[in-house]
């Protein structure tokens, strides 16, 4: 089925873009520009409300970084493009549209996901189905739910059970569980509360037998049953670690969080311990470390299990650009890796780092500091975004705005 697409005149708002910080401002200031992306940005019309300096934005559109105007402002929400498409909302109805802000469909289906691997998923009359990007609906809406295609297969729900098919609506596994999810190559499958893993020529790699079930790119399988977990290996076709531990997690770079008896150690993926069950809680790997925390109190190992910092600080968050915040006695600084103190503890928040800049609080207001722990931009905005393309938006007396890094206020 094709559907009509429609196009809209282009007209030039006047105002200039910023190359560096890839923002349009407009001369006109009742416009609001988003930072644009591949060249392309969504704005709105914006009212100033009587009673302070507060805007109600109306609906969205589309503009250029020449300033043309590829769509008028009429859209209720436009979503983030994905392979030159995106998504948008027109009164209560969805539809396609490209970077030149030509509508591949019109506004008619009652939901819609972004476009993946050629294909968006549609509903019309609480059925689903997908689109590709010329706007055709390639399949019968015979779906009560759809996902969207990854790895050239979807999960698609049908007569109350899930399964898997393929990019010409053939069935890859049948639709005949609970749930099901696709990862790698590999299906978990659940039925009657049980998991098992599958392939995708539907053979069995584990039975349905398990508690939980989660597998991980690199061949292993998490695996759960009687309240003890383990991981599997799919290549040797056996347990790489027993399954006797009360709660296990996998961190990235082949690390594992294990828990028994309510404490945690840190293994790798061969199964061996790097540190002893002494720990209430381990952070995710940030720049080579670990948080951990014993009885409320928070310090850093390395991949090794070797303590780096000790636990002393009454709180404390993962590394980011070489910069931990940490907190005394409700107070936040920052330190390095090597935990010498870069900023004395003395904001009511430390934030992470982003493009060299930290974010902190003092008497209510946010402003951010550097790399050596120089308060660069003062504490006196409401409001403040991590800095991105060296650029950050602030609030400041309810008026949103653009800085640099410097804290200058970007603008016509």
Not at 37 to 58: F, H, N, P, Q, V
Not at 192 to 209: A, H, M, Q, T, W
Request: proline share 3%.
């Amino acid at each position: 089925m094709n559907i009509s697409a429609s196009s809209f005149a282009q007209q030039k708002m006047e105002g200039r873009y910023d190359a560096v910080h890839k923002i349009y401002f407009p001369k006109d200031k009742q416009y609001w520009v988003e930072p644009a992306i591949d060249g392309i940005a969504k704005y709105s019309y914006r009212e100033l409300l009587d009673y302070g300096d507060i805007y109600r934005y109306g609906d969205w559109g589309l503009i250029d970084s020449l300033g043309n105007q590829l769509t008028p402002p009429k859209y209720k929400w436009i979503q983030g493009f994905k392979e030159g498409f995106a998504v948008f909302q027109l009164g209560r109805k969805y539809g396609l549209i490209n970077k030149k802000g030509k509508e591949i469909t019109g506004a008619i289906f009652d939901y819609m996901l972004g476009i993946e691997e050629g294909f968006s998923v549609v509903k019309q009359n609480n059925k689903f189905s997908y689109c590709d990007t010329t706007g055709t609906v390639v399949f019968p809406f015979d779906y009560d739910m759809a996902l969207n295609f990854r790895n050239g297969v979807a999960m698609a729900k049908k007569n109350g059970k899930w399964g898997l098919i393929n990019r010409k609506n053939e069935t890859v596994i049948p639709f005949m569980y609970d749930g099901i999810f696709e990862d790698g190559g590999y299906v978990r499958v659940i039925l009657n509360k049980k998991c098992g893993l599958l392939r995708l020529d539907n053979s069995e790699v584990l039975p349905l037998k398990y508690s939980e079930v989660v597998y991980y790119s690199d061949g292993l399988v998490l695996v759960s049953a009687d309240h003890k977990t383990g991981f599997y290996n799919v290549h040797t076709g056996k347990m790489a670690i027993p399954a006797e531990y009360d709660w296990a997690t996998r961190f990235v770079d082949k690390y594992i969080r294990v828990k028994k008896n309510n404490l945690y150690a840190l293994m790798d993926d061969k199964g061996n311990l790097l540190t002893g069950f002494k720990y209430s809680d381990i952070g995710f790997l940030k720049e080579g470390s670990f948080r951990t925390e014993i009885n409320y109190k928070f310090g850093f190992i390395d991949t090794l299990g070797k303590e780096l910092i000790p636990i002393k600080y009454d709180q404390a968050y993962g590394y980011s650009e070489g910069r931990a915040a940490i907190a005394v006695k409700e107070k936040y600084g920052y330190i390095d890796p090597g935990g010498k103190i870069i900023v004395e503890p003395q904001y009511e928040r430390a934030g992470n780092f982003a493009n060299g800049l930290g974010a902190v609080r003092k008497n209510g207001k946010y402003g951010f500091v550097n790399l050596k722990g120089e308060e660069i931009i003062p504490c006196k905005y409401g409001l403040v975004k991590d800095f991105k393309d060296d650029v950050a938006i602030v609030m400041l007396d309810n008026k949103v705005l653009y800085i640099d890094r410097t804290g200058k206020v970007l603008e016509f």
